[in-house]
């Protein structure tokens, strides 16, 4: 009778550990990726064009939840906020979810997220609706000299903000922002004429400049788009402004190493899959494929620019 006890005990405890090595194996269940922007708009597609791809060489589902708010804010503190099991992922956009860092309203710090991989880069665009009779950046300049003018951004610290606060300084001009929920809800009020003048992001405007319902004037990058090949950069039109967007993906810092290590090689795999990317070219996407090192480092350096920004032009009171 002592032996068999001592044998179911063995065993027992052979379970346990088993058990245990099980739980330990990630993933068991569905990714959460967090989006903290609007559906419809560019983050929200661009991440989702990848979603397919990540879930086959992460091995498990990946559900996709907006998040929005507050221009990100409410998305961004979700993430940082979140456990760092790697079950709770989120786009990670540069420099919408960190200028709130900069502007001190934000309870999350820098260090808050692990970059993993960096998906899109893309340029801003001066854009106006249809109607508009300005043809040329340097007509917007003098329009903006002569009376106040109005301009959609995507969102209060966002790229499209904060090249307009570069445009400002070139020009010598002030601009009075409206600022929206995030690059869909912008777009469409350009759309709608509800503003007729506005800096976004060319990667949610090129198919309106190119259908004729917008137009863009110039555009952010340090060369002509292959978005908008007939759009002159800034510099181009006469005006030093070059300012480019990250998007990418990160998590809640303190994931365990082998959950981390997981997820950056998942979504490095993800990002060259032939399918992916003939995806990505198909819909037109700006890839800027970035490893992870390469992401932090570029975080760190826009990180480090947009504080220098604030301290002269900050972007809100």
């Known amino acids: 009778m002592r032996l068999k006890t001592s044998l179911f005990g063995m065993l027992a405890a052979a379970g346990v550990l088993a058990a ?9 269940r569905p990714v959460t990726l967090v989006i903290g922007y609007p559906a419809g ?27 929005e708010g507050a221009g990100g804010l409410i998305g961004a503190t979700y993430i940082a906020n979140a456990k760092p099991d790697g079950y709770t992922i989120g786009a990670l956009n540069f420099p919408s979810m960190y200028s ?22 893309g340029d801003l665009a001066l854009t106006v ?19 106040p003018v109005v301009v959609g951004v995507t969102g209060i610290g966002h790229p499209s903000q904060i090249t307009a606060l570069l445009f400002e300084e070139a020009a010598g001009v002030k601009l009075n922002f409206v600022p929206f929920n995030g ?23 090129f198919a309106d400049n190119r259908s004729g319902a917008l137009r863009v004037l ?25 300012f480019s967007l990250l998007a990418g993906f990160g998590a809640p810092k303190g994931l365990p190493a082998d959950v981390e290590t997981k997820l950056v090689d998942a979504f490095q795999k993800a990002l060259k899959d032939p399918d992916y990317l003939a995806e990505a070219k ?36």
């Open 183 to 205: 690059g869909g809800p912008a777009r469409l009020a350009m759309l709608g004429n509800h503003v007729t003048l506005g800096f976004m992001n060319l990667n949610e405007v």
């Open 129 to 147: 609706n249809k109607v508009s009779p300005i043809k040329t950046a340097k007509e917007f300049v003098e329009a903006a000299k002569a009376n």
């Open 20 to 28: 245990g090595w099980a739980a330990a194996e990630y993933p068991e």
């Open 100 to 121: 709130p860092i900069v502007q001190g309203n934000a309870s999350y710090k820098q260090d808050a997220f692990t970059p993993l991989a960096n998906q899109i880069g």
């Open 282 to 317: 198909k819909r037109e996407l700006t890839m800027l494929p970035l490893t992870q090192a390469e992401f932090a480092e570029a975080l760190k350096k826009g990180n480090a620019n947009l504080a220098e920004l604030w301290k002269s032009k900050p972007w809100t009171k």
């Open 41 to 67: 708009g560019g983050t929200d597609i661009q991440s989702r064009a990848l979603v397919p791809y990540l879930e086959k060489y992460l091995g498990t589902s990946v559900v996709v939840e907006n998040r």
């Open 218 to 242: 110039a555009t952010s990058g340090t060369e002509r788009s292959p978005l908008s090949p007939d759009v002159p950069t800034f510099k181009e039109a006469g005006y030093n402004v070059q």
